[in-house]
């Protein structure tokens, strides 16, 4: 078992920056990535960016998202998603994610935290 858990979002004027960590418990040594998804208000959740838990830091990241960066603080088994250059459409409910294998669903959710971007 897995335990994800976020750090607190907040409010944030557009153009601004956030960074939001994940902290990870339990069986971390399992994990193969981990990841982001954003639920923005009346919309399903969609997947924002992710990660290789360990090894080579590779990200996957949509190209039309360049102002999101992740990075990895393995000691801990932390991992932080960096929003620069904050929009009001990144208003929404923030979801840490891990799974266990490439090719599956997410395995494990966090609970989520809020972000609103004020215009």
């Known amino acids: 078992q897995v335990y994800l858990a976020e750090s607190a979002g907040g409010l944030v004027q557009a153009g601004g920056s956030l960074r939001l960590s994940c902290a990870a418990s339990?069986?971390?040594?399992?994990?193969?990535?981990m990841g982001w998804f954003l639920q923005a208000p009346g919309k399903e959740r969609e997947y924002v960016c992710g990660l290789v838990w360990s090894g080579a830091l590779v990200v996957y990241v949509d190209p039309g998202l360049d102002r999101f960066t992740l990075s990895r603080d393995n000691a801990n088994d932390i991992r932080y998603l960096h929003m620069n250059n904050l929009i009001p459409e990144d208003t929404g409910v923030y979801y840490c994610?891990?799974?266990?294998?490439?090719?599956?669903?997410?395995?494990?959710w966090g609970q989520g935290t809020q972000v609103t971007v004020a215009s």
């Open positions: 994610v891990a799974k266990l294998r490439k090719i599956r669903s997410w395995d494990y």
């Open positions: 339990g069986r971390t040594s399992s994990l193969y990535a």
